[in-house]
């Protein structure tokens, strides 16, 4: 019920290209979808979030595309780089007042090579 | 401001002892969790903390597994008997624990390796 299914496990993507990372998700009552980054040895760090209101969310270089109907989210990094490279983490929030936990997909590795 | 700090970085036990490690969680945030991470893995949820309810601890692995937060700030997390499959990434995060902001802000973690 409260899983979220992240795919693929490990990504390798050429500099200049397009990354995309997928979220599926089982329970309708999640209100809030983050992605979170983590370079080797460091915590995960907040990237983009969306809430199920709106279709996308473009910062910069990432865009979250949310389809409510299939209950999917995607993650897109244009013009990847190097720099890049480290692991993805989709998350999700249950709705409801007091309720910030999070509940994490598995985690994608991304390899930007040159 | 100061972040989420975690310590130890790095522990090293012997199988069978007992370890806590510790986290500051920035100030005013009034949630705080704990998370597991084995190499190579996602983030497994272990306690969570808001404010003075009592703790979820749906995610503690055993009955070897606890953890405080005094005076809603610092928080530790004990492993008793600490076993070769407790070797793994301890991360802690805060939060505001408010409908204003869900953004969890996470520490360093502590590398637990038990021998």
């Known amino acids: 019920q409260q899983q979220v299914k992240q795919s693929p496990q490990s990504l390798i993507v050429q500099k200049g290209g397009i990354s995309i990372i997928n979220c599926a998700y089982e329970n309708t009552a999640f209100d809030y979808f983050p992605w979170y980054q983590q370079f080797p040895g460091k915590g995960p760090a907040l990237l983009i979030a969306?809430?199920?209101?709106?279709s996308e969310k473009k910062e910069g270089r990432f865009t979250i595309s949310f389809n409510k109907s299939a209950k999917q989210f995607s993650l897109h990094i244009m013009d990847s780089q190097p720099g890049d490279s480290a692991t993805y983490f989709c998350?999700?929030?249950?709705?409801?007042?007091?309720?910030?936990?999070?509940?994490f997909g598995k985690g994608t590795k991304l390899s930007v090579i040159p | 401001g100061a972040g989420v700090s975690q310590s130890p970085s790095n522990k090293v036990t012997e199988k069978g002892k007992d370890v806590e490690l510790r986290c500051d969680p920035i100030s005013g945030h009034t949630a705080l969790y704990w998370y597991r991470q084995r190499l190579g893995q996602g983030l497994e949820f272990l306690i969570y903390f808001q404010g003075n309810s009592a703790p979820d601890k749906s995610g503690l692995p055993s009955d070897r597994f606890s953890a405080e937060r005094t005076g809603g700030s610092v928080s530790t997390l004990t492993i008793q008997r600490t076993q070769q499959e407790d070797s793994a990434v301890y991360l802690c995060?805060?939060?505001?624990?408010?409908?204003?902001?869900?953004?969890?802000?996470f520490g360093p973690g502590t590398r637990l390796t038990v021998t």
């Open positions: 998350a999700a929030k249950l709705s409801g007042a007091g309720s910030y936990q999070l509940t």
């Open positions: 969306i809430r199920p209101d709106v």
């Open positions: 995060a805060s939060s505001f624990g408010s409908e204003s902001s869900y953004e969890q802000y």
